[in-house]
């Protein structure tokens, strides 16, 4: 699976945009393009789940033992091959310095085993989670499918995690630094507990964050997975409101976000721009995964064998580029440049991240892309970002935020 593979693939959300040519970063790249790639390049290929949780395994073991002789070798020679450092590249939002605008978004490592390592891969942060108060298996199986062809994914995993008294014991074993003091900032991405009512979400999502607060750099309220019964009425205007303001009562609450769905109608997404303004949230993350089939309805699973239309869960992916997009040039509109806003939705190249930047995103995540793309992808966007940087002489990245600049 090489870039001209990838580049080629269907893309419903619009047109291609040209790739960087950076050569290849070394031997994970050219290990994922052997071992891994292969796997992706079927709908039917390895279990999407099966393959997540085996990574994150060997993952959790590496963060444990990072300073171990051998391990740390091996992690330097990780890092020497992903990351770019670019002074121009970093900023500081919220309280928190960032150094490079490139993260994972939620939903990879939801129990936080690996928190002690995604600065190696070249991440600027990590979003560990969803994180619920009370332990719960989430969906039944099967629950993650993939859709090679439109380099997508399709989930209903339902907030599946350890709980957040587990997690507090698993950030603890690996002896982070300190929040402000890590090489990549660490947020933490808290949710309803299923079996909690909407009535009492405050107070469940309040029971989390009070006992994580300690750890996490920023921490981000989930209200717009698909995938939990309800949780989505909690965008709502009232609901969400009171969400908020009990949160933001706790003592040494971190910067706190909100991560909304792009299924909403415009006049909701201006609503929650202007409560993000009048209660002091530190910005917004745009988008989650999306209940519209944006134009897949009709597309088989290999898993299941029914089409999108009939199954359950939340787009993501390529298709959901274009919405992505527009819900974010919504938010800054509404918003103004003083609201950090964070874009994630089918980034997967370096001329999208670019385009999600200048569309007004001071921070960029990726999932599914990382994963079709491989580790290479992390480099080749930081290269990217470099690039046009240079060729539209500006001094840092955050002067391309909101600018409407064009890929060049």
């Excluded at 450092?85 to 939002?93: I, M």
């Excluded at 587990?166 to 074993?173: D, G, P, S, T, Y």
């Excluded at 792009?262 to 910005?283: F, K, M, N, Q, S």
């Amino acid at each position: 699976m090489d870039q001209d593979d990838l580049t080629a693939a269907a893309d419903p959300s619009g047109p291609v945009l040209p790739p960087v040519q950076v050569e290849p970063s070394g031997r994970t790249g050219a290990l994922y393009r052997r071992f891994v790639a292969p796997l992706l390049l079927q709908d039917d290929g390895s279990d999407a789940e099966q393959l997540s949780r085996a990574t994150l395994s060997l993952l959790a073991q590496a963060s444990l033992r990072r300073q171990w002789p051998l391990v740390r070798g091996t992690l330097e020679g990780l890092a020497g091959e992903l990351q770019r450092r670019d002074p121009r590249l970093q900023q500081t939002l919220f309280g928190c310095r960032f150094a490079n605008p490139l993260g994972l978004a939620a939903g990879f490592d939801k129990n936080g085993v690996a928190a002690g390592l995604w600065d190696r891969f070249g991440f600027g942060f990590a979003e560990l989670g969803t994180i619920t108060w009370h332990a719960q298996p989430g969906n039944p199986r099967p629950r993650l499918f993939r859709l090679a062809a439109e380099r997508a994914a399709l989930n209903r995993m339902g907030f599946n995690n350890e709980g957040a008294r587990a997690v507090k014991r698993i950030l603890e074993q690996q002896l982070l630094p300190p929040p402000g003091q890590r090489p990549a900032v660490l947020g933490l991405n808290f949710g309803k507990s299923r079996l909690t009512s909407l009535e009492l979400a405050p107070d469940d999502y309040a029971s989390s964050l009070e006992l994580l607060a300690p750890l996490a750099d920023y921490a981000v309220v989930n209200v717009s997975s698909p995938n939990t019964p309800g949780l989505r009425d909690l965008q709502e205007e009232s609901l969400l409101r009171r969400l908020v303001e009990r949160l933001r009562r706790l003592p040494a609450c971190p910067p706190l976000l909100v991560k909304i769905a792009p299924d909403l109608e415009d006049d909701a997404i201006d609503t929650i721009a202007r409560l993000a303004y009048e209660e002091g949230l530190a910005g917004i993350i745009a988008v989650n995964t999306s209940q519209d089939r944006l134009g897949l309805a009709d597309r088989r699973l290999a898993g299941s064998g029914r089409t999108l239309a009939e199954e359950a869960g939340g787009l993501s992916g390529r298709p959901l580029r274009g919405r992505a997009l527009e819900v974010l040039r919504r938010l800054r509109a509404t918003a103004g440049p003083a609201l950090p806003l964070i874009g994630v939705g089918g980034i997967d190249s370096a001329p999208i991240a670019w385009e999600r930047i200048t569309a007004g995103a001071s921070l960029v995540q990726v999932y599914t892309g990382w994963i079709y793309e491989g580790p290479e992808l992390v480099p080749r966007i930081l290269e990217g970002l470099s690039q046009q940087l240079d060729r539209h002489g500006l001094r840092t990245i955050a002067e391309a935020v909101g600018s409407g600049l064009p890929w060049r």
